[in-house]
């Protein structure tokens, strides 16, 4: 992450802390709406202005490509020529240009993601399995955070590196 990442990073969370209830709760569009009055501020560096400019393209990119992913339609297809075929390393295709090999890379990319999907999923299902099972073992505990603490021994240097999330 360079400087200028961590420094957008930081005024999105001192936003949320700002915004923050007192059950930990924020909303995500008063999130939004509070970077973007801090992104507006004339006074600015010009280099997180940049940066910050970057990183609306990639997500109206991102947005444009979602959607535009091909999904099934009324037809019981999933082809419409506006739709965009991802090929992997940054490289997309309108489906009605796409060839036999391009509908190969995506099918082999698809059944990849859909694998470390469902990874990622049965790894969050385990985790909240523990941490449910945890909770009735300890009733005094309320919050996940003291959990974590009492009863898996969580400490504020298992943090990953780059974290900004101050305990």
Known sequence: ???TDL?????????ARALTDQDGRFHKRQLTDAV???LAREDLD???????LDKLAQSLVTGFGEHRNPRRRRSGTLFDPGDIVKLG????????RATDSD???WSRLSRKNRVRVDL????????VDQRIDAFRLHTDVIHLGELERVAFGWAADHR???DLFEA
């Open 1 to 3: 992450m360079t400087s």
């Open 7 to 15: 420094r957008l990073q930081t005024i999105v969370e001192r936003s």
């Open 36 to 38: 973007r009055e801090q």
């Open 46 to 52: 010009p280099h997180l202005k940049s940066a910050a």
């Open 89 to 96: 390393t940054g490289v997309w295709v309108w489906m009605d």
């Open 103 to 105: 509908l190969l890379e």
């Open 120 to 127: 990622a999923d049965a790894e969050v299902q385990d985790y």
């Open 160 to 162: 990953q590196q780059g």
